[in-house]
């Protein structure tokens, strides 16, 4: 069985990060699927998802490698095309990804105990973000 769900959430942009675990669960439980797989996907070029401890310390660690990776100050070839100033975001977000698949046993997210689903949003303004959550199992 596949079940397709969505999230639609508001965030802030710049790094903004926001634990979207208890969405995800939540979902998980509603569609009596006991066990399987579940995909998570953020629709847009300028955000992503991964896994973290989301605790304020690494959170800030986490914002500033990518101030050092893709930084927001330097030139982006995209920025002279459309003159939005967001070609890091797009760099950023290609880099950590877009999807995130996670198992579930017992209608339970199979994550480590500090282990959250996070959304990133790389971009350069706020943003109302549509994320896609694919449930599939039996």
Not at 32 to 49: D, E, H, Q, R, Y
Not at 79 to 98: F, K, P, Q, T, V
Not at 108 to 134: C, Y
């Amino acid at each position: 069985m596949v079940i397709s769900e969505k999230i639609s959430l508001g965030t802030h942009g710049k790094t903004d990060m926001v634990d979207i675990t208890e969405h995800v669960a939540e979902k998980i439980l509603k569609s009596k699927i006991n066990n399987g797989t579940v995909t998570i996907f953020v629709a847009g070029s300028t955000a992503g998802l991964t896994t973290i401890e989301y605790e304020p310390g690494l959170v800030a660690d986490f914002q500033g490698l990518w101030d050092r990776i893709a930084p927001d100050n330097i030139r982006y070839v995209h920025n002279e095309r459309w003159g939005d100033g967001n070609g890091y975001s797009h760099i950023r977000a290609s880099l950590l990804g877009a999807s995130l698949t996670v198992p579930f046993n017992n209608r339970k997210l199979t994550l480590g105990t500090w282990q959250q689903i996070i959304l990133v949003d790389f971009d350069n303004r706020a943003r109302q973000r549509e994320i896609v959550i694919q449930i599939m199992g039996e």
